[in-house]
């Protein structure tokens, strides 16, 4: 896919998109008008093509965008698909209900999500519930640059990964203009997990009873996606204490290992049945995964609390929907697991917004 | 097609559904399946259907019966003779219109003589460690092992209850895991048989590879620059703008056969390996280096390449081994990456001549000295690159499901694909370096992807 640059030019034309000439091949068929893609924003526009422009630079005329804006110093994605151009990846990241909360300090601590902006492009862009305006269908945001944190508004994105509640008229409007690109969609509760896996003849008997509840050994397994859009695994913490929340629990105790340690370890086995352990682990924590989103939604990560038993059989405990993504740096300070993971939702995102 | 999803009795692993095969001596060309296990919706009204096992096919008629056990199905015997489905094993099923395919039925391609399989059939194991999730017939054999004519393959299958290898005559398999080179003849008639389902197709060697490869914008620029010797004038216009080269053979592996060529005012310097030791030879002039190169080189059997000024310790230079692979899911997926420190002095970094292997995360963080952010961004990029080749491979015409990529860095940070290993990268790297689980996960993988091509893909 081509990387390319906005020049905004004042054009004779109204309404136009200038193409560099060397775009020209990339066409199968050169249409007169294009359908102009900026997240979930569109619009019809007259086409051409110019060698004035330079290489890998798109002009666009100006005033084309009037509510919101589509800076012009940034790398995008251009993907031609028949008649439609789009620009993008446009990526919301909705991190809290209201814009006061995110101070100064938040947002340098949002920054890290940016490690991988390089490889996802675009705008992404940080904000609250209440900067969605659903009357221009735009939202208030954060875009961390070369200059730092910079406010705009920006179009009604591509793709939205959300870690906060929506009111349901808000996500409504959201559904009806982006579609089924909201991750993580619906925040379920215990009781529906256990709903859900209880239809699917092999998952039900994985579902802990009380009886398991009081194992002194936890797993917490992150399951994500990445640009494949499929689900692997990041990661697995194993916790040992007994408690009922296991995050508490690794501060007071401070004792966690990494999955392959703790099956090596405390349960003693060998190199091979480690391994086929942990794929038994992984491929039940993706069924369940699938499960969820066949009945609820669109899911880009779930971490999944699992406990072996004495004859090492898995029992899902609870499926989280949003956790920490600092935690294997405090459990088993693996810094790794942590750049691993805090890359991922991006790269879901930008292959879920077409790119 | 649809999967039957069962679960197993009490607290089972979490399976398909497998079912036994028992001959069926009472009915001729009948298939029995028991209609409390087997979901409605998919046999429902089906009176005829096709039962395949491997390449081959037959018609039968269907029957339910509760009587049978839930994880048995009976088939008359002389189709399970026809089809040669081993009784031993147990089988999933898919449905697919009116085909009821048993499987999965994979066939590995390990060597071309039986002699030498015989040697290496107990290393061979490690590719069934995970058994419980590949299922099905497990054939390994050789290329000697194979009846053309009669369409019979002479080989090993795997047994999950003794734990061991079975020897016998077997129909063709479902799909192909090919770990060496075959003649074309046979590729053609697996090909005609089986379709696309076999990996690697064709082994490309290091100049198609390059060739290919620059056809694609996000993968040429990491190439070095490369041409294909024909005669010592190509040596010489090369010397002229890149003042050192390597000349390596198009074949070949582990290193073997590589020159390295560099010009010291007007004398030429020759480095290379032999028997294990490295030797040095001085040409003083161009007609000196011409004779050696005429006496030495094939046209068109080598490629003259740029050296590269590679990061390396007091001790050794440093390239790595990414290792790419397909699973159940078809896509690509990299399973790690392995730096490998060759012998100083040494003109390739082969482990298999003396150097040592770690975790390619380990050299960027003590040789390198990279933070952990930097590790991460760092490895992310050459994973990505990694796979941009494996697209380009792809796009070039081959199936391949199980690659080495050998990749380098240079003094100045940049990213460099030197190799790419397609026939049979060696996954005993991982080993190397301490790290069994990658092996394993390796192997796993490509027996998943060698499911997947025979009917049995991981749902995602």
Known sequence: MKSLKIKYIAAVTDNLVLLPEEMRESFDYIPKKLILNVGSWKREVNMGFSSELDRDTIGIQKNIFQKFSVPENLDYEIKIDGRNLCVGPVICYLVDTQRKYITHERLEKLEVYYKNYDVIKGIIFISAVDQINMVDKTIGGFFFGEDGWKEDIFTYPGVVYRKADIPDEVYQDLINHIGDRIFNSYFFDKYETSEILSTYPQLKEHIAVKKHQNTPFEFEVIMQKDRSMQWSCSGIIAGFGKSESMETNFLIVGYALSCYEALKTVFRMNEKDTFLKQQEIINICIEVCKAHEKAMGNYGELAIDVILDEEKNVWILEVNKTYDHRFPLYSINDTEMYYRIITKPFEYAKALAGF | ?460
């Open chain 2, 1 to 460: 097609m649809q999967l039957l999803w069962q679960a197993l009795e009490g607290r089972g692993e979490i399976v398909t559904q497998r079912y036994k095969i028992i001959a069926d001596y009472t009915r001729v060309e009948f298939i029995t399946l028991n209609p409390e296990r087997i979901s409605k919706s998919v046999t429902k009204n089906i009176k005829i259907a096709h039962v395949r096992f491997g390449i081959k096919c037959c018609e039968v008629k269907v029957a339910e019966s509760r009587e049978i056990e839930m994880d048995e199905i009976l088939l008359s015997h002389e189709i399970m003779e026809e089809l040669k489905i081993p009784e031993f094993l147990s089988y999933e099923m898919v449905f697919d219109k009116n085909n009821i395919i048993f499987g999965p039925y994979i066939g590995m391609l390990a060597e071309k003589k039986e002699e030498r399989l015989k040697q290496i059939v107990e290393n061979l194991k490690s590719y069934v460690y995970g058994y419980e999730e590949i299922g099905g017939a497990v054939l390994i054999f050789s290329e000697e092992g194979v009846d053309m004519d009669a369409q019979l393959i002479r080989g090993f299958v795997f047994n999950p209850e003794s734990e061991n290898w079975e020897e016998g005559i077997f129909a063709y398999p479902a799909a192909i895991f090919k770990k060496t080179g075959i003649r074309k003849k046979m590729r053609n008639q697996f090909h005609s048989l089986l379709g696309d389902a076999i990996f690697n197709s064709y082994v490309f060697n290091k100049w198609e590879a390059h060739q290919w490869l620059s056809c694609f914008e996000a993968v040429r620029k990491y190439l070095p620059d490369t041409v294909l010797y024909k005669q010592p004038a190509d040596v010489k216009e090369f010397l002229n703008q890149h003042k050192s080269a390597y000349i390596k053979p198009i074949y070949g592996s582990q290193g073997t056969g590589i020159l390295k060529l560099e010009t010291k005012g007007d004398w030429f310097m020759l480095h290379f390996s032999q028997k294990g030791v490295d030797k040095e030879q001085c040409f003083k002039t161009q007609g000196e280096l011409n004779d050696f190169l005429k006496n030495n080189l094939k046209a068109e059997g080598h490629i003259v390449q740029r050296t590269l000024n590679l990061i390396f310790t007091e001790e050794s230079t440093i390239d790595f081994r990414l290792m790419l692979v397909k699973g159940g899911e078809g896509q690509w997926k990299d399973i790690g990456m392995i730096a490998r420190h060759g012998v100083k002095g040494n003109i390739t970094s082969n482990v298999s001549t003396g150097g040592r292997a770690e975790k390619a995360e380990l050299t960027f963080k003590n040789i390198i000295h990279l933070s952990d952010e930097e590790v991460v961004s760092l490895r992310n990029k050459m994973s990505m690159i990694a796979k941009e080749a494996a697209f380009g491979l792809e796009k070039s015409g081959v199936s391949c499901g199980n690659l080495g990529i050998d990749m380098a860095i240079d003094a100045e940070g940049n990213i460099w694909i030197i190799e790419i290993n397609n026939i049979n990268p060696n996954h005993t790297i991982a080993i190397d370096a301490k790290d069994r689980q990658m092996f394993y996960r390796a192997r796993l993988l490509n027996m998943l992807y060698a499911k997947r091509l025979a009917g049995f893909p991981k749902e995602v």
